[in-house]
T-cell receptor
Framework: GNSVTQMEGPVTLSEEAFLTINCTYTATGYPSLFWYVQYPGEGLQLLLKATKADDKGSNKGFEATYRKETTSFHLEKGSVQVSDSAVYFCALSDQGTNAGKSTFGDGTTLTVKP | EPEVTQTPSHQVTQMGQEVILRCVPISNHLYFYWYRQILGQKVEFLVSFYNNEISEKSEIFDDQFSVERPDGSNFTLKIRSTKLEDSAMYFC????????????FGPGTRLTVL
């Protein structure tokens, strides 16, 4: 079956530090890959996505590149802000026979200190 | 911008009681989903729904759960006899089509079973 593995958290960084959150996946078909962000007390918001190999998703300074050869979709940001403090979920959606259900990683809690 | 809405935002119930969680998906979307997030844990798929029937369900979605689209706008999740372990955040999501397309998530309903 499908699975998503994220680096364990929590991650604590100082403002303007470089962020990497690792994500690797296992899928039977050709998945689309997503990063979602969950701010405290809120729901899930799509941060960025990539639908095929070598695609780069980007939004709000965050980037992730779909690497089929390493089955990875690592999230990066060059300079984090306090407002980026949240839980980040890597997810995949595989067309297969799964009617598009999403499989999520465990989530990584990011805390950015001023 | 269209969004998925969910009501109520917080539901408290006694063990053994029935609850209905309501969702209004984005109007032109055809696929609907329920996910669950137990506090501090990953987001888990419950069920997907298309063309007025269940497309796929997880092992979590046992006989105490049911879904319905009673009219053209609402999508409901019913838990017939709640258990303590049903306490979680329940997210509704919708997408234009299944497969690898982006799912749009609602803000969630926090269910507390006492």
């Amino acid at each position: 079956g499908n699975s998503v593995t994220q680096m364990e958290g929590p991650v604590t960084l100082s403002e303007e530090a470089f962020l990497t959150i690792n994500c690797t996946y296992t899928a039977t078909g050709y998945p689309s890959l997503f990063w979602y962000v969950q701010y405290p007390g809120e729901g899930l918001q799509l941060l960025l996505k990539a639908t095929k190999a070598d695609d780069k998703g980007s939004n709000k300074g965050f980037e992730a590149t779909y690497r089929k050869e390493t089955t990875s979709f690592h999230l990066e940001k060059g300079s984090v802000q306090v407002s980026d403090s949240a839980v980040y979920f890597c997810a995949l959606s595989d067309q297969g026979t799964n009617a598009g259900k999403s499989t999520f990683g465990d989530g990584t809690t990011l805390t950015v200190k001023p | 911008e269209p969004e998925v809405t969910q009501t109520p935002s917080h539901q408290v119930t006694q063990m053994g009681q029935e609850v209905i969680l309501r969702c209004v998906p984005i109007s032109n979307h055809l696929y609907f989903y329920w996910y669950r997030q137990i506090l501090g844990q990953k987001v888990e798929f419950l069920v997907s729904f298309y063309n007025n029937e269940i497309s796929e369900k997880s092992e979590i979605f046992d006989d105490q759960f049911s879904v319905e689209r009673p009219d053209g706008s609402n999508f409901t999740l019913k838990i017939r006899s709640t258990k303590l372990e049903d306490s979680a955040m329940y997210f509704c999501a919708s997408s234009v089509s299944g497969g690898v397309n982006e799912q749009f998530f609602g803000p969630g309903t926090r269910l507390t079973v006492l």
